[in-house]
């Protein structure tokens, strides 16, 4: 440059740093043209004079532009600026994807992020490549998208260093294209195409000490499309590494597959290949490198992977076999002849020869001979020449380094052949990863051809790169000016030219004594003069080309050798002639044909033995060169990339040390150079590398636009005027179409006019705010000085009056002082004489009283000492009577407890034994019944505490008592004696001496004795209160065991919906395949009676899996007739079976036979074992609910035997052929219904009395209860009198409480027994109406004619009377039946019925069932109208309408079956109408569960239908709608590929979505909980896509969109109120939605804003608040950037809050929460139906 005006005071630039490769500096002072010196200032504040020369130091970007998606939307391009973009965004947003125009640049973490899941896959899947942040997976869906568009092949070239993530890459994008693009004709071909990545890596990956998983070989793989959906892939290969087999340089290893096989050498399978640990053997022990412990798990990935592909076990351990030798050879010890140093031997007794030749089946003895040996064939004589230990040796490594690359040439062929497609393919994606540049100390053969791939490689991204930018700049209509860029081309005809270092590396290999040092002179003679070779200083055989990345000096050392690939012929002859078919099949001769394992096996040894004669030496054929084969392969590599489109991901390596995010500047430009990043920058930097629409531009850039240029209504017309106002350059910029074109540099500028445009309107608001804020401030001072003056007059004037009140005061106080002064002396002088005369008199009086009191205690001491000796011997005798009336009173109570006790037993086990509860709420009772008991027992002890304790205080109370008449006593006594010591002090004082000792004696024992009993009493309380904390732990265990039953609860509901859906994904797959397997049938084979048979075997087996049903374990003909399925049900009916249904004997063969079954009966005979696997775990959770229904049925067993065995026998009367015996069967039949109702009786009356029994115990039990509800109640008045402690009054209050539950649960039991004695006496009640109609002969006969024609005949008729409530129809009738009100149902023919009309007629048909006793015809209907309404779901699986339909029916026909069945629950509100119409003889419970499983499923699929239609319209409504204009006018800075203004959808079409899909639910009668809860689902799904999208793009992280995102959010909350769904759990779903708005306008700079972050996001996992941080956008010049210290104490804060847990980025959408689908009784009558005429139902009769 030589104008300084950027350089100005205050602008930064880069300078060199030796560290930091560049770092900033802020110019001090501003330079002037001609300054030698460029002042600066460092970031530490130190002053620097930098030189100036030839060029000034490169700007630095604005704040604006830092960290920006696209390099090239920089202003200033260069070096610098690229380097400190990707330094930022990798550490400070850790964020290691980075666009560079056309190339995404990839910086390996080292470490897992959450970024690859399918979630993410599903929201790049359709999106624009700008609308989202750089990923691998928007540049895969670019390429995806412009393949089904334009029908063009696409490429994806990923390069970089070792270790760079280049395979990491590649893997993630497979997985994309398989999962968007799904698989065409073969569901198993995405499994293969995924399960080719851990073969690939195991026979051609290997640890560097670069990579723990370094690809040692190219790869291009070309997946290819059909309509959009992958039909299959081709893998093709370059230059493998194959000298890493016989040698690994230190912490290096060998290919992952040996360590493997090593690892598991003890596997059976493994056993006779002789396999030890990796350090017994030469070939992987080299390199001392740590061994991995997760080699075995690899081993078992990499079969598995090779069984996905079609590799066969037998096949495999071949494949380990040739590997297991190659390992062997290694360890092949040659040693040197003594006599001849020339010579050399290998013994026959060598234990690892032994082991190679055993492997491979060949002669040891030719093996040991040509090891050490080679022929040498002239014109006319063949010669045998020894070879020395060193050649012996070079000839193993060749043998094992030529086996190991035929190995991987025959695995990458058979990984092709299983990815072949049949169809072929129309277009293709081909996954480009090759190594990179790589320059090393040492550089070889391997590192040249390395490099020369990628020169040819550099050229075709020159070449691409231009051809875009020119067609940019003419679609825009700009003139093209040729740029000068750094050509290529004369370094690629240094390499491939004539003569060029290829050629005479080829010629110098022909030669019969070629070596490596000629090879060099020939170099130096013929390319010295290029200025792409150079001739290195030092002597030695080496030279130098100048690459397009930098100088790379090759030593010559081993070029000839390596490029020959010379292998002996006569071991190769010698593993030809091997008995092992794989070994033959690797070592095919050029120009035979590939021929299969089998066939090798099949045709013996004779066939294996003719390879050993075509090895002679006379028939040896010119071998290519491996620099001609790799030329030519990669000839053929540029055309097929010539002929697609590229994409370009470039994989940077940030550090050597491989430690996550830690980036190393020097190792990131080294690459960056290499790759061509930086040229692609530089070239672009020559061009105009801004580029901006005319509405972006406008809407940025607003500001700066004058008044005079508004006015204009053409935008290109506003932006031109503007900028040749703003830029007088016109060269500076260029005005196309639709776009306006920038010079690096501009936009920077513009930038700075923006800030100060935007820094001058904010002052001068600051000016006129300054100014109002300054005039309200007078205006408020004078109102205050105005204020202040007139409180101090008041002030003062109050002052002055207080003065004079308080001198008139003063004199009022002096006079009233003076006043009471003289009264208060005359009243105390007063007081005083009273109070002398008192005394007196009271002296005088006390006196003479004294005199009288002293005589008559006297006579009250000698009757109160009588009184108490007679009181004491009186209460011994009653304490001794009253111990033994209980004494007494104890043993029959006890006696009474063990007779309740019994009869409590008695009444558990009756209940018990009518339990027909689930096995989980038996368990749960169990366990309250122990908990009860448990309870019960520490209610006994501690009223036996509490009554030891009352009468311990009675004891108590009394000896208390006894003690204060002691102590009166005592009083007495004291003044007795001091009576008798003034009258009798001479004659008895040493008696009464006496007798006070005595009593003091007395007294020291009472006082201990009621310290001891207060002792007692406290230990007493202290273990009551022990026990009363037990009481509350067991409590509160209990609860938390209940707490957690329900968890159990709601998890086995959740698992068998899941089941239910893994069922019905394996059954749409069974079904696919079959119909895709018939149309292959019919295409490519002719039909042959056998396959007819096994597809007929296909359909029945089909039914008897979609038609088993599950019925109770008691039942053994629903159990039989499940077993042989729905297919079966007319031969047991008597109706005949058609032909087309009936089995053939040549249906198994197919099944059996598996020789000659094509990969389309293998997938379906795997797709049959799933289905029977899901179909095994439904059977088992059916048998879990049939074993806990098991006590219920065994008490239904005798009344329903005898109620099917008189019913059997009354229509067996109908069905006699003579119509003579009639009344002799009549007869017959009454007295067995006699006999019957005598055993019914003598049942009911056993039953009676047992009932009248256990009432009578309970009544008992009641009793006891409620006198021992009394004995509490009078011990806690007792306590509450006597004691004042508040815990044990609480304690036993709850006990009380308990107590009175348990008398409840009683009472309840009690009413319990009495329904069930009103149950047995209906029975009771129905035998003898039975009985009745018996003696009746004739109406017997009219009845049992009529239900026999019912039955029987094929027309039933309608009798007179009242409505049954039924549909007669007969078995054949069944198809019309499911016909006309299932698959051919419409309910637009008929508007005016009921939506789930056809759920009604189904149960009133399958009343008529019940009605006949005829239970496999009900349920061979209702399978049937399951496997309809599945067909018709296939058919309309995306139309919401029919699915809400059948939805309904579903629920209509299950509610009905419980509404009319036999569980009192479900029909205690029906009136007493519908009850007439319940089911008598079916049992729905089997049939109840498989149409929940049927509208669980349709509910699923209802969502998903829904939800498809919702996902287009969520990220545009919800993120990119303004419903508030003007706040993101200004919100997306340069450097941001914005999206479209315009968004697609808006919030209320959403919003008118989801009211028209609750519309449906209601018009079609679902219950309101159903809707709630799909509601709430798909504001599960709004809420997840909204919050991945905004995690995913950085655009959406601002505060603008913060403000828009919540006031989405508030109208689709007031949407939820406006319809009445506040409380149907939808709001919740929101929540992680509301604190991400929120998080975007919170403030986030301090330690305070910090903690009340955290407090705020209580839903949303760290990781999310950690992502929404570092990719916020500031407003440019309003906003400062997150910084990361506040970023750091936020994620430490979120942990410590919620743990260290895993935390999980994106919300899985695809999450289902677990449906439960309520009992809605129906108020209908049955008999009020009305069915149309236009369903064509008359062969239905109605009853």
Request: one cysteine or more.
């Given at each position: 440059m030589a104008a300084g005006g950027p350089y100005v005071q205050g602008a930064r630039v880069w300078i060199p740093d030796c560290v930091e490769v560049w770092k900033v500096a802020e110019i001090t002072r501003g330079y002037k043209e001609g300054d030698t010196v460029l002042h600066l200032r460092l970031e530490d504040g130190s002053a620097l004079p930098y030189p100036v020369g030839s060029q000034l130091p490169p700007l630095c970007n604005p704040d604006c532009l830092s960290g920006a998606d696209d390099?090239?939307?920089?202003?200033?391009?260069?070096?610098?600026?690229?380097?400190?973009?990707?330094?930022?965004?990798?550490?400070?947003?850790?964020?290691?994807?980075?666009?560079?125009?056309?190339?995404?640049?990839?910086?390996?973490?080292?470490?897992?992020?959450?970024?690859?899941?399918?979630?993410?896959?599903?929201?790049?899947?359709?999106?624009?490549?700008?609308?989202?942040?750089?990923?691998?997976?928007?540049?895969?869906?670019?390429?995806?998208?412009?393949?089904?568009?334009?029908?063009?092949?696409?490429?994806?070239?990923?390069?970089?260093?070792?270790?760079?993530?280049?395979?990491?890459?590649?893997?993630?994008?497979?997985?994309?294209?398989?999962?968007?693009?799904?698989?065409?004709?073969?569901?198993?071909?995405?499994?293969?195409?995924?399960?080719?990545?851990?073969?690939?890596?195991?026979?051609?990956?290997?640890?560097?000490?670069?990579?723990d998983n370094s690809s040692r070989f190219g790869k291009y793989i070309e997946i290819g499309f059909s309509q959009a959906q992958v039909t299959g892939a081709t893998i093709r290969t370059y230059l493998l590494e194959k000298s890493r087999v016989t040698f690994q340089a230190k912490a290096e290893r060998n290919y992952h597959i040996f360590y493997q096989l090593c690892a598991s050498a003890t596997l059976p399978e493994l056993q006779g290949l002789g396999l030890r640990g990796a350090e017994s053997f030469h070939y992987t022990c080299q390199g001392r490198a740590a061994q991995s412990t997760e080699d075995v798990a690899e081993l078992e990935g990499t079969r598995h992977a090779l069984t996905l592909l079609g590799v066969p076990e037998a096949d495999q351990l071949e494949l380990f076999s040739v590997l297991a030798a190659i390992l062997h050879l290694g360890n092949v010890v040659v040693r040197v002849r003594e006599r001849r140093g020339d010579s050399c031997f290998v013994e026959a007794a060598d234990e690892a020869l032994g082991q190679f030749c055993t492997l491979l089946g060949v002669e040891a003895s030719q093996v040991i001979h040509w090891l050490c040996h080679s022929k040498l064939v002239t014109a006319g004589e063949t010669y045998l020449k020894p070879l020395s230990r060193q050649q012996a040796l070079q000839a193993r490594d060749a043998l094992a380094k030529h086996m190991y690359g035929q190995v991987f040439r025959w695995m990458v062929s058979r990984v092709n052949c299983a990815l072949r497609s049949l169809e072929g393919h129309s277009t293709s994606i081909g996954i480009l990863d090759i190594y990179g540049f790589e320059m090393f100390e040492l550089n070889s053969f391997e590192q040249f051809c390395i490099n020369y791939a990628n020169e040819k490689l550099q050229q075709l991204f020159n070449l691409h790169v231009f051809k875009l930018e020119q067609e940019e700049y003419v679609m825009e209509e700009i003139p093209w000016v040729f740029i000068d860029y750094c050509d290529n081309q004369p370094c690629i005809e240094l390499i491939e030219g004539r003569l060029g270092i290829l050629d005479l590396l080829n010629e110098e290999c022909k030669m019969p004594k070629g070596n490596d040092g000629s090879w060099a002179q020939k170099l130096y003679k013929t390319h010295l003069t290029s200025s792409h070779f150079q001739k290195p200083k030092r002597p030695k055989d080496a030279f130098v080309v100048c690459h397009f990345a930098g100088k790379v000096e090759y030593q010559c050392d081993g070029f000839v050798e390596k490029n020959g690939d010379a292998v002996p012929e006569e071991l190769v002859g010698l593993l030809r002639a091997s008995k092992s078919a794989l070994l033959t099949e690797l070592f095919l001769e050029e120009g035979q044909g590939p021929v299969s394992l089998q066939s090798r096996r099949s045709s013996g040894h004779r066939a294996a033995a003719r390879p050993g004669?075509?090895?002679?030496?006379?028939?040896?054929?010119?071998?290519?060169?491996?620099?001609?084969?790799?030329?030519?392969?990669?000839?053929?590599?540029?055309?097929?990339?010539?002929?697609?489109?590229?994409?370009?991901?470039?994989?940077?390596?940030?550090?050597?040390?491989?430690?996550?995010?830690?980036?190393?500047?020097?190792?990131?430009?080294?690459?960056?150079?290499?790759?061509?990043?930086?040229?692609?920058?530089?070239?672009?930097?020559?061009?105009?590398?801004?580029?901006?629409?005319?509405?972006?531009?406008?809407?940025?850039?607003?500001?700066?636009?004058?008044?005079?240029?508004?006015?204009?209504?053409d935008t290109k017309q506003i932006c031109s005027l503007a900028l040749e106002r703003l830029l007088q350059d016109p060269s500076k910029y260029r005005c196309g179409k639709n776009k306006v074109f920038f010079q690096a540099g501009q936009v920077a500028q513009l930038e700075e006019l923006r800030s100060r445009r935007l820094r001058a309107a904010c002052t001068s608001l600051q000016r006129w705010l300054r100014g109002w804020l300054a005039r309200r401030r007078l205006a408020r001072a004078r109102a205050a000085a105005a204020c202040l003056q007139r409180h101090a007059r008041g002030l003062l004037a109050r002052r002055l009056l207080r003065m004079l009140r308080r001198t008139k005061a003063a004199v009022v106080l002096q006079k009233t002082l003076r006043m009471v002064l003289a009264r208060r002396s005359y009243l105390r002088l007063r007081q005083a004489a009273l109070t002398i005369q008192a005394f007196a008199r009271g002296m005088f009086a006390r006196r003479l009283y004294r005199q009288m009191v002293w005589h008559q205690k006297a006579v009250v001491i000698q009757a109160a000492v009588r009184g108490w000796l007679a009181r004491a011997r009186y209460a011994r005798l009653r304490g001794a009577v009253v111990f033994l009336q209980s004494c007494c009173r104890r043993a029959r109570a006890r006696r009474e407890l063990r007779r309740l006790r019994v009869q409590a037993r008695s009444v558990e086990h009756y209940k018990q034994l009518h339990k027909g509860m689930e096995i989980k709420v038996i368990q749960l009772q169990c366990r309250l019944d122990e908990q009860a008991q448990e309870k019960q027992q520490l209610v006994e002890q501690l009223s036996g505490l509490t009554a030891a304790h009352a009468q311990e205080v009675q004891r108590l109370r009394a000896e208390l008592q006894l003690l204060r008449e002691d102590v009166a006593r005592d009083a007495r006594v004291q003044q007795l004696q001091e009576r008798l010591a003034e009258l009798e002090r001479h004659h008895a004082k040493s008696c009464l001496a006496q007798e006070v000792e005595e009593l003091r004696q007395r007294l020291a024992e009472v006082e201990a004795v009621k310290l001891q009993l207060g002792e007692e009493r406290d230990a007493?309380?202290?273990?009551?209160?022990?026990?009363?904390?037990?009481?509350?732990?067991?409590?509160?265990?209990?609860?938390?065991?209940?707490?957690?039953?329900?968890?159990?609860?709601?998890?086995?509901?959740?698992?068998?919906?899941?089941?239910?859906?893994?069922?019905?994904?394996?059954?749409?797959?069974?079904?696919?395949?079959?119909?895709?397997?018939?149309?292959?049938?019919?295409?490519?084979?002719?039909?042959?009676?056998?396959?007819?048979?096994?597809?007929?075997?296909?359909?029945?087996?089909?039914?008897?899996?979609?038609?088993?049903?599950?019925?109770?374990?008691?039942?053994?003909?629903?159990?039989?007739?499940?077993?042989?399925?729905?297919?079966?049900?007319?031969?047991?009916?008597?109706?005949?079976?058609?032909?087309?249904?009936?089995?053939?004997?040549?249906?198994?063969?197919?099944?059996?036979?598996?020789?000659?079954?094509?990969?389309?009966?293998?997938?379906?005979?795997?797709?049959?074992?799933?289905?029977?696997?899901?179909?095994?775990?439904?059977?088992?959770?059916?048998?879990?609910?049939?074993?806990?229904?098991?006590?219920?049925?065994?008490e239904r067993k005798p009344l329903d035997f005898l109620k099917r065995r008189n019913l059997a026998e009354m229509l067996g009367l109908g069905r006699s052929p003579e119509k003579g015996a009639v009344d002799e069967d009549l007869k017959r039949a009454y007295d067995t219904v006699q006999a019957a109702n005598r055993l019914l009786a003598s049942q009911l009356q056993e039953e009676k009395q047992q009932h009248e029994e256990e009432v009578e115990g309970l009544h008992l039990d009641i009793r006891s209860l409620k006198q021992l509800s009394q004995q509490q109640a009078a011990l806690i008045q007792d306590l509450q009198r006597q004691q004042g402690q508040e815990g044990l009054q609480h304690h036993v209050l709850q006990l009380k409480e308990e107590n009175w539950e348990l008398s409840q649960k009683l009472e309840k039991q009690e009413r319990t027994t009495l329904k069930l004695q009103k149950q047995l006496r209906a029975y009771a009640k129905q035998i003898q109406e039975l009985t009745a109609k018996r003696e009746a002969v004739g109406p017997a006969q009219e009845l049992a004619a009529s239900t026999v024609a019912l039955s029987w005949s094929p027309m039933v008729l309608p009798q007179a009377g009242l409505s049954q409530a039924m549909l007669a129809w007969r078995m054949e009738d069944q198809g019309r039946i499911i016909k006309a009100i299932i698959t051919d149902y419409r309910p637009q023919s008929s508007p005016w019925a009921l939506p789930d009309l056809p759920a009604y007629i189904l149960f009133l048909c399958l009343r008529h069932a019940d009605h006949c006793c005829d239970e496999p015809r009900?349920?061979?209907?209702?399978?049937?109208?399951?496997?309809?309404?599945?067909?018709?779901?296939?058919?309309?699986?995306?139309?919401?309408?029919?699915?809400?339909?059948?939805?309904?029916?579903?629920?209509?026909?299950?509610?009905?079956?419980?509404?009319?069945?036999q569980e009192e629950r479900y029909w205690q509100?029906?009136?007493?109408?519908?009850?007439?119409?319940?089911?008598?003889?079916?049992?729905?419970?089997?049939?109840?569960?498989?149409?929940?499983?049927?509208?669980?499923?349709?509910?699923?699929?209802?969502?998903?239908?829904?939800?498809?239609?919702?996902?287009?319209?969520?990220?545009?409504?919800?993120?990119?709608?303004?419903?508030?204009?003007?706040?993101?006018?200004?919100?997306?800075?340069?450097?941001?590929?914005?999206?479209?203004?315009?968004?697609?959808?808006?919030?209320?079409?959403?919003?008118?979505?989801?009211?028209?899909?609750?519309?449906?639910?209601?018009?079609?009668?679902?219950?309101?909980?159903?809707?709630?809860?799909?509601?709430?689902?798909?504001?599960?799904?709004?809420?997840?896509?909204?919050?991945?999208?905004?995690?995913?793009?950085?655009?959406?992280?601002?505060?603008?969109?913060?403000?828009?995102?919540?006031?989405?959010?508030?109208?689709?909350?007031?949407?939820?109120?406006?319809?009445?769904?506040?409380?149907?759990?939808?709001?919740?779903?929101?929540?992680?939605?509301?604190?991400?708005?929120?998080?975007?306008?919170?403030?986030?700079?301090?330690e305070e804003d910090a903690g009340a972050l955290c407090s705020l996001c209580t839903v949303l996992s760290p990781q999310q608040v950690v992502k929404i941080l570092r990719a916020y956008t500031p407003a440019a010049g309003l906003e400062e950037r997150v910084s990361p210290s506040f970023i750091s104490r936020v994620e430490k804060q979120l942990q410590d809050q919620h743990g260290e847990g895993p935390g999980q980025l994106l919300v899985d959408t695809s999450h289902l929460f677990p449906v439960h689908l309520p009992f809605t009784a129906s108020p209908l009558h049955l008999d009020e139906l009305h069915i149309p005429d236009v369903l064509d139902l008359a062969f239905l009769v109605r009853l």
């Open positions: 390099l090239v939307a920089l202003s200033h391009l260069h070096e610098p600026a690229v380097l400190h973009s990707l330094r930022r965004r990798f550490l400070e947003a850790k964020t290691i994807y980075t666009y560079c125009g056309i190339v995404l640049v990839a910086i390996n973490p080292y470490e897992p992020l959450p970024i690859y899941e399918e979630e993410v896959i599903y929201a790049y899947s359709g999106r624009e490549m700008g609308d989202m942040d750089p990923h691998i997976f928007a540049l895969a869906e670019e390429a995806y998208k412009q393949m089904g568009r334009f029908g063009r092949n696409q490429s994806l070239i990923i390069s970089g260093e070792s270790g760079a993530g280049k395979t990491a890459s590649a893997k993630y994008a497979m997985r994309y294209f398989t999962t968007v693009g799904g698989c065409l004709g073969n569901s198993s071909m995405e499994e293969k195409v995924l399960a080719s990545s851990p073969v690939m890596e195991a026979f051609g990956n290997a640890k560097t000490t670069r990579n004669r075509r090895s002679l030496p006379g028939s040896r054929k010119s071998k290519k060169s491996i620099s001609s084969q790799f030329k030519a392969s990669l000839n053929r590599l540029m055309e097929t990339l010539g002929s697609t489109t590229p994409h370009y991901i470039r994989c940077i390596k940030p550090n050597d040390a491989k430690q996550p995010f830690v980036f190393d500047s020097r190792r990131a430009v080294e690459q960056l150079r290499a790759c061509g990043v930086l040229e692609t920058i530089r070239i672009s930097a020559l061009g105009y590398p801004s580029r901006w629409t005319y509405q972006e531009f406008l809407e940025r850039y607003r500001a700066l636009v004058s008044r005079e240029e508004l006015m204009g209504t007493l309380i202290q273990r009551t209160l022990e026990q009363s904390q037990d009481l509350e732990e067991q409590h509160q265990r209990s609860a938390r065991e209940s707490q957690g039953l329900r968890q159990e609860l709601e998890e086995e509901r959740a698992r068998y919906q899941s089941l239910v859906r893994e069922y019905t994904r394996l059954e749409q797959g069974f079904e696919s395949l079959r119909d895709e397997m018939a149309l292959h049938r019919q295409s490519t084979l002719r039909r042959s009676p056998s396959t007819e048979s096994f597809l007929g075997s296909e359909s029945s087996y089909l039914s008897s899996m979609s038609t088993a049903p599950s019925q109770d374990g008691s039942d053994q003909q629903a159990e039989a007739r499940g077993g042989t399925g729905g297919v079966e049900g007319p031969e047991e009916h008597g109706q005949p079976v058609p032909e087309g249904l009936q089995p053939q004997p040549s249906s198994e063969v197919p099944l059996n036979g598996g020789v000659g079954q094509d990969p389309f009966e293998k997938a379906y005979l795997l797709l049959l074992g799933q289905l029977s696997a899901a179909n095994e775990e439904l059977a088992r959770t059916r048998e879990e609910l049939r074993r806990c229904k098991a006590p219920m049925e065994q009900a349920c061979s209907l209702l399978d049937a109208a399951i496997d309809a309404i599945k067909r018709v779901m296939k058919k309309q699986s995306d139309n919401p309408e029919v699915v809400t339909l059948w939805l309904a029916n579903t629920c209509r026909l299950l509610n009905c079956l419980r509404q009319y069945g509100g029906n009136t007493a109408r519908q009850n007439q119409h319940r089911l008598r003889h079916l049992d729905p419970r089997g049939s109840c569960r498989s149409l929940g499983a049927l509208g669980v499923q349709l509910y699923q699929q209802l969502i998903r239908t829904t939800e498809k239609r919702l996902k287009p319209m969520i990220v545009a409504a919800m993120l990119e709608s303004e419903p508030i204009q003007g706040l993101s006018s200004s919100s997306c800075p340069p450097g941001r590929r914005c999206s479209s203004p315009a968004p697609a959808h808006t919030l209320p079409e959403l919003l008118q979505v989801l009211g028209s899909f609750r519309a449906s639910l209601d018009h079609h009668g679902l219950a309101p909980s159903v809707g709630h809860q799909a509601l709430r689902q798909l504001l599960f799904l709004l809420s997840g896509t909204t919050l991945n999208y905004l995690l995913l793009r950085r655009d959406t992280c601002s505060w603008s969109r913060g403000i828009q995102l919540r006031y989405n959010i508030s109208q689709v909350e007031q949407w939820l109120r406006a319809e009445g769904l506040q409380q149907s759990g939808a709001r919740e779903v929101l929540e992680p939605l509301v604190q991400a708005a929120q998080l975007l306008q919170v403030k986030k700079v301090t």
